[in-house]
């Protein structure tokens, strides 16, 4: 079982200690959209932050005048660049036959099993979210510097 549909699995985790199982699925295809979308802008930040603390910041000023340039269509492709990656977590992941082939894997597992994988996926979302934020944070700090 992948680390994505691990996420399936968290998302019914926390749902069977509330008694509420019928709704599994729903939001943990939200979750794997929010990682993704989180993982490709800490490698396009981390990518900034190298260029900026390894004295090419020409590189990054370039990017950024380039974008400044191009103001209001940065925003409207990387906005529409997001929505696609958000929906192709959706597509891959969303559909019933998916979710519940997941979770009927997830639910023939031991006990044990179940709550390592569900540990796992939970790491993986809330350390994915963190390091964007470490990276987001950083890179404001090192442009305020200036």
Same mark, same amino acid.
């Given at each position: 079982?992948?680390?994505?549909?691990?996420?399936?699995?968290?998302?019914?985790? !926390? @749902?069977?200690?509330? !008694?509420?199982?019928?709704?599994?699925?729903?939001?943990?295809?939200?979750?794997?959209?929010?990682?993704?979308?989180?993982?490709?802008? %800490?490698?396009?930040? &981390?990518?900034?932050?190298?260029?900026?603390?390894?004295?090419?910041?020409?590189?990054?000023?370039?990017?950024? /005048?380039?974008?400044?340039?191009? $103001?209001?269509?940065?925003?409207?492709?990387?906005?529409?660049?997001?929505?696609?990656?958000? @929906?192709?977590?959706?597509?891959?992941?969303?559909?019933?036959?998916?979710?519940?082939?997941? @979770?009927? %894997?997830?639910?023939?597992?031991? !006990? $044990?099993?179940?709550?390592?994988? &569900?540990?796992?996926?939970?790491?993986?979302?809330?350390?994915?979210?963190?390091?964007?934020?470490?990276?987001?944070?950083?890179?404001? /700090?090192?442009?305020? @510097?200036?």
């Amino acid at each position: 079982m992948n680390i994505f549909k691990a996420l399936i699995c968290l998302d019914y985790y !926390n @749902l069977r200690i509330q !008694n509420r199982t019928r709704e599994a699925g729903s939001g943990s295809v939200h979750r794997i959209g929010i990682a993704w979308i989180c993982n490709i802008l %800490t490698i396009a930040g &981390a990518y900034f932050i190298y260029f900026k603390l390894h004295n090419q910041p020409d590189v990054v000023y370039d990017t950024l /005048y380039e974008l400044h340039y191009y $103001e209001l269509a940065g925003r409207v492709i990387m906005m529409v660049l997001l929505t696609i990656i958000y @929906l192709i977590a959706f597509t891959i992941y969303g559909d019933k036959y998916t979710i519940h082939t997941t @979770l009927k %894997t997830y639910i023939s597992l031991p !006990n $044990e099993q179940q709550e390592r994988i &569900a540990k796992n996926a939970s790491r993986y979302f809330v350390t994915s979210v963190l390091l964007f934020l470490a990276v987001a944070s950083t890179l404001v /700090y090192l442009f305020k @510097l200036q």
